[in-house]
DNA sequence: TAGATTGTTAATCGATTAACAATC
DNA sequence: TAGATTGTTAATCGATTAACAATC
């Protein structure tokens, strides 16, 4: 059943599954099932096939799932068969380690232009981009159809900045500053905070414990 | 009721309470109530009443919480009342932005020791600190009681990097390589995966978006 | 006092799991 | 065929929300 809508929090396993089955296929598995990738993911297997049941039929009763064939379905569906585009704005230490990051253009994400507002970085090289001033943002997200964007601002700058690539037109926000975003409902945004996963954790350490 | 136990979700949301209560306080706020923290984090009032529930009573009918006093309750709770320690393991790119990443401190979380297991690397400056070998690792964590640890390797390395983590007595791991990890009940894991985040996001933009 | 807001209970909503018929 | 595993249903479990008495 294709066409209903799909819990959030199954979209956001579905990049795990994915990631599995790349290492499988990498590993020349052909073949899999919902009992070994709930196994080596800590998910039981259940809420695999029924995950996986939102968006089709993938596998083979008394067989499993085809490796490829389900890594391939799974690409689809998350847009994977396409590039996008991203703009990154801020270009200190976080920003520096973002456009370093090797990571993304394996997947298909490419940021296309770095932006900062000190004008003492605009001009500067950063990496294999140049670091350019905030007036050329709406130029760049509309040439290069940029439809994410990736926030590595300061926290007091962060809710101004998103509200700029919004208005430009780009509908998914990465943001690393801790800040809470409200967004209208058509754009979706995620958080990296590192220290709020460190206090996180930090909960179920015994007092006393650390330094 | 401060005995029964509390569920994961919950403590995961306490940082974010805590954020908004540290900018309150910045602010010079005396008084807040579940409803603004509601409305500024895009959470239901009756959530925030029932999350804090879990830990006590915070707040006074009629009035609401006092800023300073609720935020001191979230740090105490979090244990961050105390210093803690972290090693980093890996000096790539990700273990250099890492190292040079100037939000921890601030929340009371300290690197100790950056370490790889490449020699030509070790020895190496990275910031203010010097990169050390594999062999160092238990004795920095001992010497400075470090329960925490930042996993910054290639995925193909992280499994082998978590079990020395966990067999030197580290109880809380921020895992920034693309892998799920699975550990003892008494090892906490976090993950860091832009990669996955983007791809969630990607998922709800339209077909032919982007690049 | 009157108005406001907490802490908590009960109801609702949603997610996970168990179980199994279908079938490869 | 016999054994294995899917996709799905129903049951269970857990989280969120609504509502309100208590009370500041």
Redesign the pocket.
């Known amino acids: 059943?294709s066409r209903n809508i799909v819990?959030?929090?199954?979209v956001g396993r579905l990049p795990i599954y994915l990631r599995m089955l790349d290492f499988l296929v990498q590993e020349g598995r052909q073949i899999t099932?919902?009992?070994e990738l709930g196994d080596r993911l800590g998910?039981?297997?259940?809420?695999i096939?029924?995950d996986?049941?939102h968006f089709g039929?993938?596998?083979?009763?008394?067989?499993?799932?085809n490796v490829a064939y389900l890594r391939d379905q799974l690409k689809r569906i998350l847009h994977m068969n396409q590039e996008w585009n991203m703009v990154l704005i801020g270009a200190g230490d976080l920003g520096h380690a973002i456009a370093h990051y090797q990571g993304f253009a394996a997947h298909g994400f490419h940021i296309v232009g770095v932006f900062d507002n000190d004008p003492a970085k605009v001009g500067k090289a950063l990496g294999k981009y140049v670091v350019q001033g905030m007036e050329d943002l709406q130029g760049v997200i509309e040439a290069d159809k940029a439809a994410m964007g990736i926030i590595a601002v300061p926290a007091a700058a962060a809710r101004q900045v998103a509200d700029l690539l919004i208005g430009y037109g780009v509908r998914a926000l990465l943001n690393y500053a801790p800040i809470t975003l409200t967004t209208p409902h058509h754009v979706k945004v995620q958080y990296i905070d590192p220290v709020a996963l460190l206090q996180h954790m930090a909960y179920y350490l015994p007092n006393g414990a650390g330094a």
């Open positions: 059943m819990p959030d929090i199954v099932s919902s009992q998910i039981s297997s259940a809420q096939r029924k996986l049941s039929e993938f596998g083979k009763q008394g067989t499993g799932y």
